[in-house]
């Protein structure tokens, strides 16, 4: 499959699976509108798709998301499957993406060190 035709069907993933969540059609209370997907990896074969995760609640919070979101998947996957219009919609995988609170975490390290201007 083309590497564009699997862009392509990732960011129609995410879009749906973004409205599901901002709708609250997902019931389950450990799932709230403030996660955010970041981005969705689909197989060449177009057979499954990586859906990672970010929120900005606590840690534990988001990984009991992605539990609730991973129970909820083929649900997720059957709402979607309407909107895909393909032969075979992608088996869900979510997955807690952390890397947006370590490049927080990064720029307040890079914040916090002492370095004045005349030393560059």
């Known amino acids: ?3 564009m035709r699997t862009k392509r069907v990732g960011n129609l993933i995410r879009d749906l699976v973004s409205s599901l969540i901002m709708k609250g059609v997902v ?5 709230n509108t ?3 997907i ?5 197989s060449s074969d177009l057979a499954y798709a990586k859906l990672y995760v970010s929120s900005f609640e606590s840690e534990s919070k988001m990984e009991k998301a992605v539990e609730a979101l991973n129970h ?4 997720i996957q059957h ?4 909107d895909l ?9 979510f997955i807690a993406d952390t890397s947006i609170r370590r490049g ?8 916090s060190l002492d370095i004045s201007p005349d030393e560059e």
Do not use: H, Q, W, Y
């Not at 019931?27 to 799932?31: G, H, L, M």
């Not at 970041?38 to 689909?42: A, I, P, Q």
């Not at 219009?85 to 995988?93: N, Q, S």
């Open 85 to 93: 219009k393909m032969r075979v919609t992608p088996k869900l995988r």
């Open 27 to 31: 019931k389950d209370p450990r799932v």
């Open 34 to 36: 403030l996660i955010t």
């Open 38 to 42: 970041t981005e969705v990896s689909v």
């Open 1 to 3: 499959m083309s590497e």
């Open 104 to 111: 927080f975490e990064l720029n307040e390290k890079i914040d």
């Open 72 to 75: 909820a998947a083929g649900f």
């Open 79 to 82: 709402n979607i499957s309407k």
